[in-house]
């Protein structure tokens, strides 16, 4: 029998728990809101580490909501006018970085007290999708241009200067660090391709291959769990696919609504996956047996 780690063995013992408390067997979908909490397009979770969950267009575009741990939801924060949320990432543990679509920023909303400001501004994206941080800060940005079909990716320093890495790529939208910070991972919706690339000490990327294609349905927001296991929303298929660091597929797990959108880690262990389910407007979740990246991150700067 093979020894599993602490957080796999606490993740396996908590879902035992929550199963008994309703939430559901290991990769089982339940509801965390109810229905049209958030617009038709619910994007963008992040999960804080209070274990609050925030997400975009709550209720009107242009704001963010934040789910307690009990589902309970309001209100956290209106964005500036003209600005819509997309991706949203936890930067330096007190800080949401929100890709402003609509103004062409990303912004950095202030947790605690709750001050939105401009982290970087740049007129040549197109319209910034999704983020992924590094444990040292880089951040990257997915950036489509779905009239023309293609897009572009970016990497964006501390100080909120952009650098463009690759144009002329497909529709770019979910993107993910592994949990070494070795590699980088970029899908495009509508070539329904997944690429992997090797990160270099200065943050620039090299050695580009692919590391999944699908033949039906679009991609969204993807991330990954701490054995480098990455999560993929399937839009229009209604499914997260579960993918090995070698590209297998290890799982999928059929959610309620048809369109989901991103996934974050989260809950007491960092075992459960939430959802935003566009078509819903709804949070969905479901337990896992290993805690996500972004969880360990959140903890190792407590």
Known sequence: MKRIGNFMFVCLLFGVLTESSGQGNLFESYDVTEDSVFLSWAEGPAVDAEGILYAVNYKENGTIGKVMPDGTHSLF???PEGSIGNGLRLFN??????????????????????????????AN??????????????????????????????????????????????????????????YLYVNESNQRNIWKYDILYDGTITNKRLFA?????????????QNGNLYVTRFGKGTVVVLSPAGGMLREVVLKGDK??????????????????????????????VSGRAFHLIQSRE
């Not at 444990?135 to 940005?141: H, M, P």
């Open 77 to 79: 924060v209106k964005l």
């Open 93 to 122: 543990r007190d800080y949401l970085l929100v890709a402003d679509y609509t103004g062409h920023n990303i912004l950095q909303v202030s947790i605690p007290d709750k001050e939105v400001a401009v982290f970087g501004h740049n």
């Open 125 to 182: 994206m197109n319209q910034p999708n999704d983020l992924a941080v590094t444990s040292g800060g880089t951040i990257y940005a997915s950036d489509p241009d779905w009239e023309n079909d293609n897009g572009q990716l970016w990497m964006v320093n501390g100080q909120g200067e952009f650098f463009l890495l690759e144009s002329q790529m497909g529709t770019t939208n979910g993107i993910e660090v592994s949990p070494d910070d070795k």
């Open 213 to 225: 294609k699908f033949e039906d349905y679009g991609m969204d927001g993807m991330r990954c769990d």
């Open 260 to 289: 989901p959108t991103n996934v974050a880690f989260g809950g007491e262990d960092g075992c459960t996956v939430f959802v935003t389910v566009a078509d819903r407007g709804a949070i969905e979740a479901f337990r896992t047996e």
